[in-house]
């Protein structure tokens, strides 16, 4: 079954620094990866994807992420943290007919 | 563009008593989806339609929930008896043709039972 796994539940940072967002998956053949943010109180948003070939993808609101094949993760990643990047981050894999299964989520929380 | 739109965003209920909830996907959207997302967990797929036919509905509890998307468009996703454990955040979303795995979600729909 095609599964992601998100290790940590909130991740603390201090503005301007470095941002990263763990996530490992479990698929079979060739992964398809997502990454959503959720902000309080709305629905999820799309930031990015991975489909296939460059393993370093560029996103939404200056995040990226990091496709790893012998490590099977894609982590999620800012140079640099804003106060306003305080959300639920989602990692995803699509599965079935255009179903996407979710991991629990990581709350981010940029400190000023 | 416009959104997808949900309502109500805030509901509470007594238990065993019933709800429903309303979504009307962006336009040309032929595939909707229910998530359940409750407090601290990721969204957990409810239900899924193309246009007015049932996808999957492997995970719906359907001894309480039902769903329908009559004309293909909007739909409404019901709960009847409702218990504690249906607490959560009721999200719709759609799907553009050709875009796999990009969803447009609603900002949800959050039902309080006590």
């Known amino acids: 079954a095609q599964s992601v796994a998100q290790p940590e539940d909130q991740v603390n940072v201090a503005e301007g620094n470095p941002l990263t967002v763990k996530c490992t998956y479990s698929v079979s053949g060739n992964p398809y990866l997502f990454w959503y943010v959720q902000y309080p109180n709305r629905g999820l948003q799309f930031l990015l994807k991975?489909?296939?070939?460059?393993?370093l993808v560029k996103g939404s609101y200056g995040f990226e992420a990091e496709f790893n094949k012998s490590q099977t993760s894609f982590h999620l990643k800012k140079p640099s943290a804003l106060v306003s990047d305080s959300a639920l981050y989602f990692c995803?894999?699509?599965?079935?007919?255009?179903?996407?299964?979710f991991g629990k989520g990581n709350q981010v929380v940029v400190i000023p | 563009e416009a959104g997808v739109a949900q309502s109500p965003r805030y509901k509470i209920i007594e238990k065993r008593q019933s709800v429903a909830f309303w979504c009307n996907p962006i336009?040309?959207?032929?595939?909707l989806y229910w998530y359940q997302q409750i407090l601290g967990q990721g969204p957990k797929l409810l239900i899924q339609?193309?246009?007015?036919?049932?996808?999957?509905d492997s995970q719906l509890p359907k001894d309480r929930f039902s769903a329908e998307r009559l004309k293909g468009v909007d739909s409404t996703l019901k709960i009847q008896p409702a218990k504690l454990e249906d607490s959560a955040v009721y999200l719709c979303?759609?799907?553009?043709?050709?875009?796999?795995?990009?969803?447009?979600f609603g900002e949800g729909s959050r039902l309080t039972v006590l």
């Open positions: 995803a894999v699509p599965y079935g007919n255009n179903r996407l299964a």
């Open positions: 336009s040309g959207h032929a595939t």
């Open positions: 339609f193309q246009n007015n036919g049932v996808v999957d």
């Open positions: 979303a759609s799907r553009k043709p050709g875009l796999t795995g990009e969803l447009f």
């Open positions: 991975y489909i296939t070939g460059d393993n």
